[in-house]
């Protein structure tokens, strides 16, 4: 129990180079310890009205909410925040401690 | 590889229960095998106007978009979405293969 998870959805502005930018979150995070896991994802399934015109789903992993509040104040951070804040349209941030209602089953398969 | 992740992002009506839909979602959600893992959580940190109103989030996890498929067409799912949709003021709905830059540490920590 405990983790904590940072989840932000965007819209991106037109003729933004996106590729760069996420590239760019990727080194971002590999070089904050804090964040425990990062993993994002372009919508590619759901129907255009039920996605509100967001296209980018990206999701970081705390141990505690600590580790967020370090990630948070990280220099690093700060200057890629300000980057990413310039390329987007609109976007929607939830920070929440998570509550884990079905573990992926243990990989007791070897 | 190949994870594919279905994210639903929702502010609830008022007067909604919201906890009754919560359980809700975990019994229908154990109820169906293609739904690798599940948690949700409560927006309790990011500012207002970040936030857009939207309060809860819920992550769910399939080892495949076939897997996906599968729960979207399972009778349970179909019949809670039911439920779900006339709870909702708005929602934000996000599926995507997940791409994963930064893994978990592996736990060879005994």
């Known amino acids: 129990m405990g983790e904590f998870k940072h989840f932000v959805i965007v ?3 037109e003729g933004v180079a996106i590729e760069d930018l996420i590239k760019g979150m990727g ?6 310890d804090a964040v425990k896991h990062f ?3 372009q919508d590619i399934e759901s129907p255009e009205m039920l996605r509100q015109g967001y296209t980018h789903a990206f999701l970081m992993t705390f141990n505690s909410k600590e580790d967020f509040v370090a990630f948070q104040g990280h220099p690093n951070h ?3 925040s300000a980057t990413f804040s310039a390329a987007i349209e609109k976007l929607v941030l939830l920070d929440f401690p ?3 209602v079905k573990p992926p089953p243990a990989t007791a398969t070897a």
């Open 11 to 13: 819209k991106f502005k």
């Open 27 to 32: 080194k971002m995070v590999s070089q904050i």
């Open 39 to 41: 993993e994002w994802g």
């Open 78 to 80: 700060v200057e890629f």
């Open 98 to 100: 998570s509550t884990l």
